[in-house]
Nanobody, 123 residues
């Protein structure tokens, strides 16, 4: 049974930082890309960042603007999202995702998804 478990969300002030973590289990994740999406109330789920197994290909959404950094630890089957200079617009549930080879920037039925972690940024 595949599980992606996110952690690290919380309530912060604008300008603060958070580091999200996602631990994957129940499946060999070699050659899987991993990444993050987010969904704010009343909005569609949107792509945030992704990283391939080797780390050679990293993609970010335009709104990241150099504020977020994604990285992974393959020995731990984990992916992280360092979020700096948080803004109120970053308030959302953040979801971890994993998919073989590459992670699409749109929702994929054939990807594995976590349950999400809430990030709330107060202004």
């Amino acid at each position: 049974q595949v599980q992606l478990v996110e952690s690290g969300g919380g309530l912060v002030q604008a300008g603060d930082s958070l580091r999200l973590s996602c631990a994957a289990s129940g499946h060999p994740f070699s050659n899987y890309a991993m990444g993050w999406f987010r969904q704010a109330p009343g909005k569609e789920r949107e792509f945030v960042a992704s990283i391939t197994w080797t780390g050679r290909i990293i993609d970010y959404a335009d709104f990241v603007k150099g504020r977020f950094t994604i990285d992974r630890d393959n020995a731990k089957n984990a992916v992280y999202l360092q979020m700096n200079s948080l803004e109120s617009e970053d308030t959302a549930v953040y979801y971890c995702a994993a998919r073989y080879s590459r992670l699409s920037t749109t929702y994929s039925d054939d990807a594995y998804w976590g349950q999400g972690t809430q990030v709330t940024v107060s202004s």
